[in-house]
């Protein structure tokens, strides 16, 4: 299992958001972290597939406020930045065991597919594709 990571730490860019949701944080979340709700707050924690409680992913965090006391996240929709160069197209994004994290296989106590790796053709045709992550929680 290869953890997938963000070219440019705090760098994420939203391409397309069909569902997203601004919170508070629990916890210290970073920007490309899979985040869910915390059932007793109501607030941000990082998300994993160490087991089912921890599993329940709502998105990626895409944004945060410069304190660090609320963040966005995205549960459908499409994001730019991580790094994905070396990975196939729609190649499934899982949630890792690791808080917060994405890895590129199925190698977590509980698996979730995250989104999808898709193209996007920004620059001129005829040149390769950009790789993108569909989010589709």
């Not at 992913?57 to 930045?81: E, F, H, M």
């Not at 920004?122 to 929680?137: P, V």
């Amino acid at each position: 299992m290869a953890a997938v990571s963000l070219v440019t730490a705090g760098k994420l860019n939203v391409v397309e958001s069909i569902q997203q949701m601004t919170l508070p944080f629990a916890e210290a979340c970073n920007i490309g972290q899979g985040v869910r709700i915390d059932p007793t707050t109501g607030k941000w924690t990082k998300a994993n597939g160490s087991s089912a409680g921890e599993a329940r992913i709502w998105g990626i965090l895409v944004s945060k406020d410069a304190a660090g006391a609320v963040g966005t996240a995205v549960r459908k929709g499409v994001v730019d930045g991580f790094d994905l160069s070396s990975l196939a197209y729609d190649l499934a994004i899982y949630m890792s065991d690791t808080d917060g994290g994405l890895a590129d296989d199925a190698a977590s106590t509980v698996d979730v597919i995250v989104g999808r790796v898709i193209p996007a053709f920004s620059a001129t045709l005829g040149t390769a594709a950009d790789k993108l992550l569909e989010i589709d929680l």
